[in-house]
């Protein structure tokens, strides 16, 4: 029991927020009882110890307590006192029990209005908390897009509860860190950005990941959580807010932040409206990663099937290297020696020899052949576009990118990448090239998020990297990384015995597909084959057979020797200085026919227009030599 109101001419000693046991005062007795209890003098009365006696020390003497009852229903008591004993007459008692009843009835009607009010209030909460939940309910099944489903959730907040700064923070278990996801500033701000990201420790959504608990924070100081995210909030503004862990199927995904400019922004009502909403913020988040996964997963598995499918199509493998020279031998162990290994293998021969032949079969020979041999010639993609193929992009990195796009590197992740040409890589990207090769992690073009590929890398050229070192075209660390197990592919002229097996086999292979039966190869055209110098190698030996195929009309094959100058032989022992002139004519010759056209002479040579580029430029050949003598 304890005193609400007093009234007094004098003032009593009695305090108002005293609260006695209900059986240790007069009003408790009333109270208890339902009877008026009237003590016409306090000096002689025992009762009530303490009460009393407090009573008395305030001079009071005549002492009258009535129950405050209305509808059965008992709110308290209602005292009244004198300093004079044995102070009431019969009509002023009688005076004292109608004032009591009008008492009871006021304070019927202020308590059920202030009952009517604290339930409005409750109701008001109620339909905020109910209202919010069915927001986000509504968000979650009409939003995939991860970061326009975090900034409806902040509207759909916003709708009940003000603040100034919304934030998803997602958490990268295999790094142990924050990655700030999504950012809504309802007023503007900029200092933190997407993407950004910090360690767990001593940063508020850490604390609230680590305790798995919401967290108000009344007054955001460095001092308290010293960290780089805790620095960002406090030059943006912010001086308090609710962070709440979002835990998802399988995992904690991160926190909700809520935040404000002012300090104790947010009360622990708040704080309990939030957290039974976070649930919900989690569901919606957790589908939208999800989703955002799956999405990722399907376009990579299209482009593995693409690559898988292009695998199929060539209808190459280890078993179609044809020849049983020594020198091929050699180069096939070579093969057969590093394919089980995870070593990253430089292929280099010229044009033609068969160098992505080699890479394909020690893709096939390795550990990694179920999965995708990844291809991409460094010569053939210009270069504005060649970082997006190599390392793909994200949606608005450039003019253009509408979409996210996986890179190759990405794509051959437990499998094989191939970089022919890969001398044509621009300095610029050889940086990045040498990350992959040392920390097997990269970014894609306009992203900050670090990706963990697990590839091996095959690469090939035709170049001299060793000259591209010396001149710094080519980074030296680099070309270090890549020459771990350099394999050295044979030119045809130095594999002679080879000729006739390579040329009976693209006889059986082309005669197939263009429906033509050849019975016979001329001895004297298979001389002439043999002794010619193929300066586009085995490319150059299949484009002839299959030309000839096509005009041969009877079961012999007729190969135009004039087309080989003659069929002219040329000795093996032929100066480099020869075999130089002889490619230099023969490149003229092509030009000439194409009338200068680059692309078409490469065709006619068997070549690619990029490596014909790099043969005219090393054999010194331009336009103004074409109709020279």
């Known amino acids: 029991m304890s005193v609400k109101y007093i009234n007094a001419l004098i003032p009593v000693i009695i305090p108002m927020s005293l609260e006695l046991p209900v059986g240790d005062s007069p009003a408790g007795w009333v109270w208890q009882n339902q009877k008026p209890l009237l003590l016409p003098d306090l000096t002689d009365e025992n009762r009530f110890g303490p009460y009393i006696r407090m009573l008395r020390d305030s001079g009071i ?57 604290t339930y409005q209030e409750q109701l008001a909460k109620e339909h905020e908390r109910l209202r919010l939940v069915h927001d986000i309910t509504n968000t979650l099944v009409s939003h995939i897009d991860a970061k326009e489903l975090f900034r409806e959730i902040s509207k759909c907040i916003g709708r009940v509860m003000q603040h100034d700064y919304c934030s998803l923070c997602l958490h990268e278990p295999s790094s142990n860190q924050i990655r700030l996801r999504a950012v809504d500033f309802p007023k503007g701000g900029n200092l933190l950005q997407e993407d950004t990201v910090f360690p767990v420790e001593d940063s508020p959504a850490g604390r609230a990941i680590a305790t798995n608990h919401p967290l108000l924070i009344n007054r955001l100081s460095i001092k308290n959580f010293p960290s780089k995210a805790t620095q960002l909030l406090l030059d943006s503004g912010i001086k308090s807010g609710c962070w709440l862990p979002l835990a998802g199927r399988k995992r904690f995904l991160g926190t909700l932040g809520i935040c404000g400019f002012q300090e104790s922004a947010f009360s622990q009502g708040d704080l309990d409206l939030l957290s039974e909403v976070a649930n919900q913020v989690a569901i919606a988040v957790d589908n939208a990663l999800a989703f955002e996964e799956i999405a990722e997963l399907k376009d ?56 992505e032949l080699i890479a394909r079969a020690i893709h ?59 001398g044509d890589i621009p ?97 004297e055209t298979m001389r002439a084959l043999v002794r010619w110098h193929w300066p586009g190698n085995v490319r150059e030996l299949e484009n002839v057979v299959e030309r000839a195929l096509i005009l041969s009309q009877g079961p012999v094959l007729n190969v135009s020797l004039a087309e080989l100058k003659g069929g002219l032989p040329t000795p093996l022992s032929t100066k480099v200085q020869t075999l130089e002139a002889s490619e230099k004519q023969l490149i003229l010759g092509a030009l000439r026919e194409a009338n200068g056209v680059i692309a078409g002479a490469a065709g006619k040579l068997g070549m690619k227009r990029t490596t014909l580029n790099s043969k005219m430029r090393k054999l010194h050949v331009s336009r103004s030599d074409l109709f020279s003598a």
């Open 427 to 523: 300095p610029e990207l050889q940086p990045k090239l040498l990350r992959v090769l040392q920390e097997q992690e990269f970014e894609r073009l306009g992203g900050t998020r670090t990706i963990h590929v697990n590839a091996r890398l095959v690469v090939a050229t035709n170049r001299d990297l060793d000259k591209m070192v010396a001149q710094r075209e080519f980074r030296q660390d680099l070309f270090y990384r890549l020459n771990i197990f350099p394999i050295q592919v044979p030119p045809l002229r130095e594999r002679t015995t080879d000729i006739p097996l390579l040329v009976n086999f693209f006889v059986n292979k082309h005669a197939k597909r263009i429906g033509k039966r050849i019975q016979k190869v001329p001895a």
């Open 364 to 422: 096939n020979l390795s550990n990694r052949r179920d999965r995708a041999l990844v291809k991409l010639n460094c010569a053939a993609i210009p270069t504005g576009l060649l970082e997006s193929d190599l390392f793909g992009h994200e949606r608005g990195a450039f003019t253009g990118a509408i979409a996210q796009k996986i890179g190759r590197v990405e794509l051959a992740d437990k499998g094989t990448l191939f970089l022919d040409e890969v």
């Open 61 to 117: 003497r005549t002492y009258y307590v009535l129950p405050l009852t209305i509808a059965k229903q008992s709110y308290g008591a209602v005292s009244f006192g004198s300093r004079q004993v044995n102070a009431y007459s019969d009509s002023e008692l009688k005076f004292m029990e109608q004032l009591a009843m009008q008492i009871a009835v006021a304070v019927d009607v202020d308590l059920t209005h202030e009952t009517a009010h």
């Open 300 to 355: 990579k598995l299209a482009e593995e099937k693409f690559y898988l499918e292009d695998e199929i199509r060539t209808e190459h493998n280890f078993e179609e290297i044809i020849g049983e020279s020594a020198t091929l031998k050699h180069v096939l162990q070579q093969v057969e020696t590093v394919a089980r290994t995870d070593s990253t293998v430089m292929i280099l021969g010229e044009t033609g020899t068969g160098k």
